[in-house]
């Protein structure tokens, strides 16, 4: 099984409005990846998780909170979001991670297509 | 540091003929590179990789890469197109000196017309 599943496809969300979107994988990999994504533009790395633990958050506001409960399960969690974070959030995971990652593809989920209303 | 550069925004290729992808890095030491490619609504899918060894590359879908350090080029290669292959094409790299996280390029629109 190479792959990795993310829930919901689509997402319409008020602004006051709390979600959240999951990401599962069952490759036996210990790092996973959240990025945000807007049209035609390049992923922009969220979180990574290595080993269950939070190992980088790039400076995301407080309404995205990340959960890693086990190995093999990502959520992210979503309040108070505002109209400019609609986008593609992909979860990711690959082998793991620092100098052992360097030579390792990542995987990426179909992504959940989110709209704030 | 670590930067990828893919100069083109779109490329548009009739079917049947090569078509290439362009990508150029700048790394500290050795570069591990990697193309993906991402089709409408969809995540990215990993293409290839270079680690090490052969400068030419074979991937999936009849893709190949070329890397060539003293260009420090790694363009994304395939002798015939199809206009399956219409979609976002995104380089990406990793520096052993660097971080782990991945650098991806802009990203190229690659558009097959029949």
């Known amino acids: 099984d190479t792959e990795v599943t993310q829930t919901p496809k689509h997402l319409v969300m008020g602004m006051t409005n709390k979600k959240s979107l999951k990401c599962e994988q069952h490759?036996?990999?210990?790092?996973m990846y959240w990025y945000k994504q807007k049209a035609k533009k390049p992923p922009e790395l969220m979180f990574v998780?290595?080993?269950?633990?939070?190992?980088i958050n790039e400076s995301v506001p407080s309404r995205f909170s990340p959960e890693c409960p086990n190995s093999s399960l990502l959520n992210l969690h979503l309040h108070a979001l505002q109209p400019e974070d609609s986008a593609l959030y992909l979860c990711?995971?690959?082998?793991?991670?620092?100098?052992?990652?360097?030579?390792?593809?990542?995987?990426f989920g179909q992504g959940t297509r989110l709209t704030v209303v | 540091a670590q930067s990828v550069a893919q100069p083109e925004d779109q490329v548009n290729v009739a079917e049947g003929n090569p078509l290439t992808v362009k990508c150029t890095y700048s790394?500290?030491?050795?570069?591990?590179l990697f193309w993906y490619v991402q089709y409408p609504n969809r995540g990215l899918q990993f293409l290839l990789k270079?680690?090490?060894?052969?400068?030419l590359v074979k991937g999936s879908y009849g893709f190949e890469a070329e890397f060539n350090k003293s260009q420090t080029s790694f363009h994304l290669k395939k002798p015939s197109a199809l206009v399956s292959d219409s979609a976002l094409y995104f380089c990406?790299?990793?520096?052993?000196?660097?971080?782990?996280?991945?650098?991806f390029g802009r990203g190229t629109s690659l558009i097959v017309h029949p």
């Open positions: 998780y290595s080993y269950e633990k939070l190992s």
């Open positions: 790394v500290s030491g050795n570069p591990y």
């Open positions: 270079y680690i090490t060894g052969d400068n």
């Open positions: 990711a995971s690959s082998q793991n991670t620092g100098q052992g990652a360097l030579n390792t593809e990542a995987f």
């Open positions: 990406a790299v990793r520096d052993k000196e660097g971080s782990y996280i991945p650098t």
């Open positions: 490759m036996g990999h210990r790092a």
